[in-house]
């Protein structure tokens, strides 16, 4: 049957249902890649591919293939929010706490309230120094905290903790 709907949206469209009817996860991913592959407006394209990760995570709990899928999903629109957040959802559960921290990053560049980018910095903060001992990176969330508000006292008491604890303050 794909052989002769491979480029009908219609056809593609009528596949994909009945797939989705009978649970058909693996099926009915590669018939909405290729009606993604095949869509003029990008929101629909996107639609399709947010489609494809949320089949991955929710109903084949497919975390490896989900997160290809939302990266896919960046390729097409880069810092899009939900694929954003979808990743730091499953680096979170996965430990992964270096490739969370490229997602924290693409968020701060995203947010636009100083309090969304605060709480972004303080927790790249915490993973750097708690999860990739890396305290120099996480001098330089707090101190990314203090250029927002200089009076920041949990930022200023981070960072006396932070050059303590490497005998930088002295």
Do not use: C
Not at 29 to 44: M, N, S, Y
Not at 136 to 145: D, K
């Amino acid at each position: 049957l794909l052989e002769v709907t491979d480029d009908h949206p219609l056809g593609l469209s009528e596949l994909d249902r009945l797939l989705y009817q009978q649970k058909d996860w693996v099926e009915m991913i590669k018939i909405v890649e290729r009606r993604a592959e095949l869509a003029d407006d990008p929101d629909d394209r996107l639609s399709l591919l947010r489609r494809v990760a949320l089949t991955h995570e929710v109903e084949r709990r497919d975390r490896p293939s989900a997160i290809e899928a939302y990266r896919n999903i960046l390729a097409v629109e880069d810092g899009e929010p939900g694929a954003l957040d979808a990743l730091d959802r499953l680096y979170s559960a996965d430990e992964n706490w270096s490739e969370l921290a490229q997602v924290l990053l693409r968020k701060v560049e995203n947010a636009t309230e100083d309090g969304a980018r605060r709480a972004l910095h303080l927790e790249l903060s915490e993973i750097y120094r708690d999860k990739t001992n890396d305290v120099f990176e996480a001098i330089g969330q707090v101190r990314a905290m203090l250029e927002i508000d200089s009076d920041d006292r949990e930022a200023l008491a981070s960072l006396v903790s932070l050059y303590e604890s490497e005998s930088m303050w002295q």
